[in-house]
């Protein structure tokens, strides 16, 4: 016996509301905004709260990209969710199958096993970070499996054998469409650790005191999360009279990989 099924809903909507800088803070123009101080000159004041071009960081400026102008409420002064927009997720078939086999070899001798996988997909931001230029950068796959084996042999009518094998996994893969590693040349980031492994993600950048939504990025590795445990067991039964005898070992397996940040 087997089946095998296949569902799929309606695709997902967010809704972007983040709180975005201005355009003219990206050139250096806080007019309006509390006196911004020069650091290296004695945390005077920048003339008309204008930062210089040449004080620009060129990292900065690349990274200010990822943040999307405004196009809700002023343009000029910074308002909170002062960028909007409503975006759907691609929706993925998520197969799942069972199958299962009853077998008698003999009056003495029978088998069952059963299996059972689902795969479910799903394309996010890196973690809920509303930036459509995050959009869909994450594609999260699960996959379980679940599979029985039981083989039962009888050696006489009071007395008999039952083997058990069981089997489980999930693994949790997450695709990143940004490696950290390309990003920060991209970015032109230097002074970087030495053997830098190129692990999918974002760098992480927030701002305190202004209220700008941060950029907030989760590692991604495949496998990100794979869990598996094996277990065996074998019982003897012994029927006799009104009283019966069990006897019988079994082993465990527990396997654990897991990615993140540290």
């Not at 945390?43 to 102008?69: C, E, H, M, W």
């Not at 032109?188 to 650790?193: D, P, Q, R």
Request: charged share 15%; net charge neutral.
């Amino acid at each position: 016996y087997y089946s095998q099924e296949w569902t799929q809903g309606g695709p997902p909507i967010i809704l972007l509301n983040p709180t975005v800088p201005p355009a003219q803070w990206r050139t250096g123009d806080f007019e309006g905004v509390a006196n911004i101080t020069d650091p290296f000159g004695g945390n005077a004041p920048f003339p008309g709260n204008q930062i210089p071009t040449s004080r620009l960081n060129p990292v900065a400026l690349k990274f200010q990209d990822f943040y999307p102008l405004p196009n809700s409420g002023g343009s000029t002064q910074l308002q909170s969710q002062n960028f909007r927009e409503t975006l759907t997720y691609p929706r993925f078939p998520d197969p799942s199958f069972v199958g299962r086999i009853d077998h008698r070899f003999s009056e003495k001798d029978s088998i069952f096993g059963r299996i059972f996988t689902y795969d479910t997909r799903a394309q996010t931001t890196t973690n809920g970070t509303a930036f459509p230029s995050l959009y869909k950068m994450l594609t999260t796959d699960r996959l379980a499996t679940t599979a029985a084996l039981s083989y039962t042999h009888t050696f006489r009518a009071n007395l008999l054998n039952e083997f058990r094998w069981g089997y489980g996994r999930q693994r949790l893969n997450d695709a990143n469409s940004v490696q950290g590693l390309q990003l920060a040349q991209q970015l032109g980031l230097t002074g970087l650790a030495p053997n830098v492994p190129n692990i999918g993600g974002i760098t992480n950048l927030s701002f305190a005191g202004i209220g700008v939504t941060p950029i907030v990025g989760l590692a991604a590795a495949v496998p990100f999360e794979d869990y598996s445990n094996m277990t065996i067991q074998d019982h003897v039964s012994w029927f006799i009279g009104r009283h019966s005898i069990k006897f019988g070992g079994q082993f465990s397996r527990l396997t654990t990989e897991l990615a993140g940040s540290y």
